[in-house]
C-alpha cells in the first residue's frame, strides 16, 4: 500500500501547479483522500479533501476559488490544480488516504491512515 505525491515545484505569484496522487495496493475511489500541507515551523494543515462514494469537494477558506480537487478513478489517482498562486502557498503538500466519511475528521491529521511523501511547493513573489 502506497500513495506517491507529485507534481511539486517552483512558480512565480500568481501561477499554477497540478499535484498528483497515485496510489498503488489499493483503489483510490474507495477512501477518502485529504490534501494537506506544512509549512516551516507551522502544523501540518488541511486544504482539501474528497470523501469515499462522494464527489463534493471541501476546501479550507484560504485555498477556496484557487485550488480544485479532482479524482481520475482510471489512473487511480487524485489532483490538486493550483491556480493563483500565493507566496504564502509555499510548503510541503502532502496527500493522504483514509476510511472516514465524517467531514470534521476529515479535515484532521487523524483522519488518515496513509500518508505520500510529500511535495514541495515554492512560490516566489
Known amino acids: 500500500v502506497q500513495l506517491q505525491a507529485s507534481g511539486g515545484g517552483l512558480v512565480q505569484a500568481g501561477g499554477s501547479l497540478r499535484l498528483s496522487c497515485t496510489a498503488s495496493?489499493?483503489?483510490?475511489?474507495?477512501?477518502?483522500v485529504g490534501w494537506f500541507r506544512q509549512a516551516p515551523g507551522n502544523e501540518r494543515e488541511w486544504i482539501s479533501g474528497?470523501?469515499?462514494?462522494?464527489?463534493?469537494?471541501f476546501y479550507t477558506d484560504s485555498v477556496k476559488g484557487r485550488f480544485t480537487i479532482s479524482r481520475d478513478t482510471a489512473k487511480n489517482t487524485v489532483y490538486l490544480q493550483m491556480n493563483s498562486l500565493k507566496p504564502e502557498d509555499t510548503a510541503v503538500y502532502y496527500c493522504a488516504s483514509g476510511s472516514g466519511t465524517i467531514t470534521s475528521t476529515m479535515r484532521t491529521v487523524r483522519g488518515y491512515d496513509y500518508w505520500g511523501q510529500g511535495t514541495l511547493v515554492t512560490v516566489s513573489s
Open positions: 474528497l470523501k469515499r462514494g462522494n464527489s463534493n469537494p
Open positions: 495496493g489499493f483503489t483510490l475511489a474507495y477512501t477518502t
